[in-house]
């Protein structure tokens, strides 16, 4: 069996990761998971640092495998997943969640169902525990597809869900992110065109965006699903959204192409619309899931924005591409082996 690696590299050179007869199987579920793609350099990892975020991944990885293992729907499988990596203050959703510029934590989910195409999302919720549960909420209790601000927290506390304290959210480290991020704008500020084109200000090099969490599901009625959680980008300004619960950016399932999530700079994955990008190179050009990922993320980076996203199509095929120096990534491969990765 190869290693997710090896899937990678295959979609890279254009080879077809499974034999038809492999493909054929129905009884076969995936996992795949991702705790935010960005500037993870080796060299600054601790190795308890890199073992704590290691057994997280493994820890959610196992939440939902049990649930795929047991006969679950995929949709379940990535919202307990999800819910895990939001529980953990380790990643960029829910407790955990970055700044923004004003000093509190909005958050971002999506969910959909790769089989009817349902999709919910929440944005900018400051209450809610765990935001993909509402994104869930808003799908099934609701005739909409997207809730923003104190509408969605008052739908997600009707639909019973677990209501917290703002302070809930905060940990130091984040709270301390956003000073030196305060700190790097200012100095931004003070040159011309900050916020239409940061990258040219050398703000690619500070990393705003960091621990975002998503979970691609396959289960095994062969039905996918794709989730995504986050609480967006370092000092982020005034109701700012970004891609993760925009459905097509961040987010999107369809059970005839593939589920995908999506981390990185969130502007451009909306602006290039990444996550329904990928599933129409898989459905009008016939592209395999590595393939279309692969050229997806390379548009992103041709426009000077960075990150990576998880995809799985309904073979079980899989793909973890980005461009940037690392993704906390995890797979529970078609054989049950648990794969874990951080670095490029
Ligand atoms: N894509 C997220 C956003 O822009 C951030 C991330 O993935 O880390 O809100």
Known sequence: MKGWFGYLLMGILGISAFTPAVAQQRSSYVLVIHGGAGTILQKNMTPEKEAAYKASLKHALETGYGVLKGGGSSLDAVEATVR?????????????????????????????????????????????????????????????????GPGAEKFAKEAGLEIVDPAYFRTESRWRDLQRALREDSIAAAKSNAYTN???????????????????????QGNLAAATSTGGMTNKKYGRIGDSPIIGAGTYANNQTAAISCTGWGEYYIRNVVAYDLSALMEYKGLTVQQAGNTVIKKVGDMGGDGGLIALDKQGNMTMSFNTEGMYRGAVTKDGKIEIAIYK
């Open 84 to 148: 895990v990596l939001e529980d953990d203050s380790l990643f960029n959703a829910g407790k955990g969640a970055v700044f923004t510029h004003d000093g509190r934590n909005e958050l971002d989910a999506a969910i959909m169902n790769g089989k009817t195409k349902a999709a919910g999302a929440v944005a900018g919720v400051t209450t809610v525990r765990n935001p993909v549960s509402a994104a869930r909420a808003v799908m099934e209790k609701s005739e909409h597809v997207m809730m923003v």
């Open 198 to 220: 940061p990258g040219k200000l050398g703000i690619k090099n500070i990393d705003y965006k960091f621990g975002t969490v998503g979970a691609v599901a396959l289960d095994k």
